[in-house]
């Protein structure tokens, strides 16, 4: 073989080693992430980025830097090491917290900072700003911080209605706000959080950070890429709730759920549509140079010995077998929770069982339900809703996305107050609810809402509304908590003079609706 040969193949060899090493880092992170890709629509293109950043990275390996000299491979182990050792506490706190985002984030810092350590062990400071994209896209795949991702959901959805309500004045249409609803003459049409272009929005903010590295622009045609992709989308789903609002006007709101989804992925078509058009504008007023061919013995990666890689895989498989080893041994000790179900009040005047409609259980995916209105002889409207999640990996998820303060909104409720919490004892149960105050129209409604987990008789409040503290979420994983099932029961009151009288009746309500159950599946 010749030396030429022999160069290529161990340049060969020496890049798969390190794509594998750099696998196993993100492995760990990217596999908990998937379950909020398949339980939240929103980030189901993460599924795809995996993917989309091996082929950048490959694209980058054909035009990378020759390797230069690392300045101090001691301190460049040491920032490896305790990186590592931090890979340990974070996965055992992500197992038992699947939904805390803050872990996830924390995660994927490690892991990127472990890449960026392999990175320039290989190729010194050249391959480090070389490689430094592709690695970084990897990050567009973690869910947002929850408070963010909300501020973000309800400015938006209040920024369409009103762009809505705008624009059929415009025509002639009469129409009124109330919060994220829009009431015209045949009904009303909400705008939810697929409405609100934040499906859209991050779909883009990934396609375009996608595009602006594979045509390598510079700085300022990614900006301007980035920024124009995110306006295109949201002015496209703006246009799709006002067309949607023409429907309820023109065919009545059965017409809505008709083309609700052709018009949402004719928005997702002409967003990415449009944003491939600008791509080919930007390309033509910069071109990129080709690359000039690489000389294997000055672009080879360092040798990366198999020691190493081996420890680093044994270090990875140690993280993961202490992290399940950790809740087994607890899970083994722990009793279970008491349960309880609630019977819904048939008897009151009024009563009307309510179905939830096939959009609403696909998205939250819950194994139990019921939901009811009546009204009572005080002339007080009432709604119940009752969910349940068996035990499993997505049931935190499930159960936490959803709540008053983030679905009533979408209906046209307005938060008027927090009341903040509240515990009960209602048949030899412990229960903590969170009280709220919303405004519809002209009405006062007072929400109690409890969110309850199958933790052990013995942890006090039962309600993960009180545990989503770091210092309870902490507390959960040093008992080894986790795949708990989840419930929650909402109960809403429209009529009494105030939240103390509110309070009273919604007790009373529970001492006769929740019963114990033998056991849970």
């Not at 980035?226 to 703006?238: E, I, K, P, Q, R």
């Amino acid at each position: 073989m010749t030396a030429s040969g022999e160069a290529a193949k161990s340049t060969g060899g020496g890049a798969l080693w390190l794509t594998v090493l750099l696998a196993a880092l993100w492995f760990s992170t990217l596999n908990q992430l998937r379950v909020e890709w398949s339980v939240n629509a929103q980030y189901a293109y993460g599924w795809t980025v995996p993917f989309l950043a091996l082929y950048l990275f490959g694209e980058r390996w054909k035009t990378r830097p020759p390797t230069a000299s690392v300045r101090s491979w001691k301190m460049l182990a040491l920032v490896a090491a305790a990186l590592g050792l931090l890979l340990l506490p974070l996965r055992v706190m992500q197992e038992g917290a699947p939904d805390w985002r803050l872990v996830s984030w924390a995660m994927a810092g490690v892991s990127l900072a472990l890449s960026l350590c392999v990175i320039y062990g290989a190729g010194g400071r050249p391959w480090l700003r070389h490689f430094v994209w592709p690695i970084c896209f990897l990050l567009v795949a973690v869910p947002w911080p929850v408070p963010f991702e909300q501020a973000v959901i309800q400015r938006l959805m209040r920024a369409v209605a009103t762009i809505c309500v705008d624009a059929l004045g415009w025509f002639g249409i009469p129409a009124t706000q109330h919060g994220n609803v829009i009431e015209v003459s045949t009904g009303v049409v909400g705008v939810e959080e697929a409405c609100s272009g934040v499906r859209s929005l991050q779909t883009t903010l990934m396609a375009a950070l996608f595009l602006g590295e594979l045509f390598r622009f510079g700085m300022a045609r990614r900006l301007t890429l980035l920024a124009s992709g995110l306006v295109l989308a949201f002015v496209c789903n703006a246009g799709r709730a006002l067309f949607l609002v023409w429907l309820c006007v023109s065919q009545g709101t059965d017409a809505i759920a008709k083309w609700h989804d052709t018009v949402g992925l004719t928005v997702l078509i002409v967003s990415l549509g449009g944003l491939a058009v600008l791509t080919a504008a930007l390309r033509a007023r910069g071109a990129r140079a080709d690359a000039e061919p690489l000389n294997p013995s000055l672009h080879r990666p360092r040798h990366i010995s198999k020691n190493l890689l081996i420890g680093c895989a044994l270090w990875l498989l140690a993280v993961e077998g202490a992290s399940e080893l950790w809740y087994r041994a607890h899970e083994s000790r722990t009793p279970r929770a008491e349960p309880w179900s609630v019977a819904l009040p048939a008897h009151e005047a009024g009563f009307r069982e309510l179905t939830f409609p096939e959009s609403t259980r696909a998205i939250l995916r819950y194994n139990e339900a019921q939901s009811a209105t009546w009204a009572d002889a005080g002339g007080r409207q009432w709604s119940l809703v009752f969910l349940r999640w068996f035990p499993g990996r997505a049931s935190a998820q499930l159960a936490r996305s959803h709540g008053p303060e983030i679905c009533l909104p979408a209906s046209g409720a307005v938060l008027r107050s927090d009341l903040g919490l509240r515990r009960w004892q209602i048949s030899q149960t412990d229960l903590v609810t969170h009280a709220y105050i919303f405004g519809i129209r002209d009405r006062e409604m007072y929400v109690f809402y409890c969110l309850w987990e199958d933790q052990p008789p013995d942890d006090a409040p039962q309600s993960t509304r009180v545990r989503m503290t770091t210092a309870s979420r902490l507390e959960a994983v040093w008992k080894g908590r986790r795949n708990l099932g989840q419930q929650v029961l909402e109960v809403a009151v429209a009529g009494p003079r105030d939240a103390d009288e509110a309070e009273a009746e919604v007790v009373r309500l529970l001492g006769g609706v929740i019963h114990r159950k033998e056991k849970f599946p």
